[in-house]
């Protein structure tokens, strides 16, 4: 097994010239600016390893090892990884994944396929390239190159992102889904964390891996007194106006729960969260400690990965919504066309060791039903569901209630 010589003293420019797939770890810890080639190469040439962990108060053994992690991802000429600064839909190789992993998994999930498409490339000769982004660079770019795609050929033999947008907007994966394209190579059964909702594609095209849920973070000394809010109607109430964190830079989990909004409250529902909207904020920023003066929110909504910094609080605390979680969906696609020569690395991400990953590192419950999902006692979920999916436009819906959204959010600033 090889492995990266990189160490405290190590050259950032230096490191990310030699292992482009450390770029993102960077991004990752909050150097956003390393995205740059220019920022990179004039700030990165005067900084170590060490010196940017102390920059962010890191520590350096975990940084290290994020950094080594994905520089070993990269290497070998078996298996083609292109990590470049700009997503790829298309990597090079005979075999070709592509798309956007959760943050907190993506490094263990790419270390744990990474060997396992290693042995297949070294059984069958084939090249399996991926570009496989955090998913805190924006499917913008994918968007982007989706859209320009005509033919099924110029589509990657599997893809794989969280939420709506890249899916349902009809200038996106929707029309190849139209065009019978996909199979959803999941087999029967499904988690029992999911009991009663309908989480299959019922055509039988997309695989859906698991879902981001969306859970609260109480603020008990913000709330001085009020009752907590324990469901989506009462987050919607009056009392909270000006009150409520929200994910809206997380455009995946956003959009997931203004859909659930509008879909059971209507166009009222998404005006009343708008308005009870405080600001955005990280779910880092959300406990209070990282806000610094400015207003803290009562209620926050967050990916329930990160209610785990709740811990130890006396005063936060995270509630599962008792109308059920709202889910953002992890799909993955799969080519129909040359199954038989890419079936067996789909099946990878299929597997229960990749849905650990996700269940238990990231906390993203998935379907695999030998997986255990370590939900709280009597936690359920809310599913936009497919019939609302199949009756109305996403790619019209979705900006348009973001619109009402933010109008109200403006109105009552």
Not at 132 to 157: F, H, K, T, Y
Not at 293 to 304: C, E, L
Request: charged content about 25%; some cysteine.
């Amino acid at each position: 097994m090889h492995s990266a010589s990189i160490e405290k003293d190590t050259n950032i420019y230096e490191m990310t010239q030699k292992w482009p797939s450390t770029i993102q770890v960077l991004v990752d810890a909050g150097f956003s600016h390393m995205r740059d080639p220019r920022q990179r190469k004039e700030r990165g040439r005067h900084l170590t390893v060490g010196m940017v962990a102390g920059l962010r108060g890191l520590e350096p053994g975990k940084l290290l090892e994020e950094l080594r992690g994905s520089a070993f991802a990269q290497q070998d000429a078996d298996v083609t990884l292109q990590e470049t600064d700009d997503l790829t839909l298309l990597p090079p190789g005979d075999i070709r994944i592509s798309g956007l992993l959760p943050c907190p998994v993506r490094i263990p999930i790419l270390e744990l396929v990474r060997e396992k498409l290693l042995e297949l490339s070294q059984m069958d000769g084939k090249k399996i390239g991926w570009s496989l982004a955090a998913a805190s660079v924006g499917a913008d770019s994918l968007n982007r190159q989706i859209a320009a795609v005509q033919s099924q050929d110029d589509l990657p033999e599997i893809f794989i992102s969280a939420g709506f947008e890249s899916f349902f907007d009809r200038r996106n994966m929707l029309r190849f889904k139209e065009r019978d394209v996909f199979v959803d190579l999941a087999p029967p059964g499904i988690n029992t964390s999911f009991a009663g909702l309908d989480l299959r594609d019922p055509m039988g095209h997309f695989t859906m891996l698991g879902v981001v849920p969306a859970v609260f973070i109480i603020n008990e000394e913000q709330l001085a007194g009020d009752p907590a809010p324990r469901t989506w109607a009462e987050i919607l109430e009056p009392r909270f106006r000006g009150r409520v964190a929200l994910p809206v830079g997380d455009f995946d989990l956003i959009n997931g729960i203004l859909l659930n909004i509008y879909e059971r409250y209507g166009e009222d529902g998404v005006k009343a969260l708008g308005r009870n909207m405080l600001r955005s904020l990280h779910p880092s920023q959300t406990v209070g400690r990282f806000a610094g003066k400015a207003r803290v929110p009562a209620v926050s909504i967050i990916p329930w990965f990160f209610g785990r910094m709740t811990m130890g609080s006396r005063v936060i605390h995270e509630q599962w919504p008792l109308d059920g979680a709202i889910i953002s969906p992890i799909f993955m696609l799969v080519r129909r066309h040359r199954l038989h020569v890419h079936a067996e690395v789909a099946e990878i991400f299929l597997s229960r060791q990749v849905g650990e990953v996700l269940s238990h590192k990231g906390r993203f419950p998935v379907l695999d039903p030998a997986v255990d999902n370590g939900l709280p006692q009597g936690a359920s979920f809310t599913w936009l569901g497919w019939d609302f999916i199949a009756s109305h436009d996403l790619g019209e819906l979705i900006p348009r209630i973001d619109r009402l959204f933010k109008a109200a959010a403006q109105e009552a600033a």
